[in-house]
């Protein structure tokens, strides 16, 4: 894999009143998948968003497909492509800015590099973009 190679993370957030809703979308370059919030076998190591500057948060986790991997006979769930992740929570009175990190494994073909996490900023009203270079060289 090219250490050009990267990925883009978008936000866009709504707010009403203390509440807020951000979408925040991965678009993972083609070939690389990485594994799920609950992986299918434990040995995998889970992607995790964490959110910080938000309170009472929930996260709804893109929807893993199955994928015959073609080593090793193996058919596991993994995430690829454009992928996005919903986070609902309560925000405090004058925060402009949510941040976090993603945390996953990128997999190319038959080989899993080593972890990798990321940290990601958004408003806390519109939309943000950001290219994530070197995040999946190895």
Known sequence: MSEREAFVIRTEAERTGD???????VDLPAGVHIEPH???DPHMIPTVLDVEGLTR??????TPVIKELGWKDLTLTVL???L???VLGTVAA???FITGTLSYQPCVGGACLPPRTVTWASPVEGSS???VLHALAA
């Open 84 to 86: 996005t992740f919903v």
């Open 57 to 62: 948060v929930t996260v709804a986790y893109p």
């Open 94 to 96: 004058g925060t402009t």
């Open 38 to 40: 609950q992986p299918t």
């Open 19 to 25: 509440r807020i809703r951000l979408v925040l979308v």
């Open 80 to 82: 690829e492509g454009e």
């Open 129 to 131: 973009a950001l290219s």
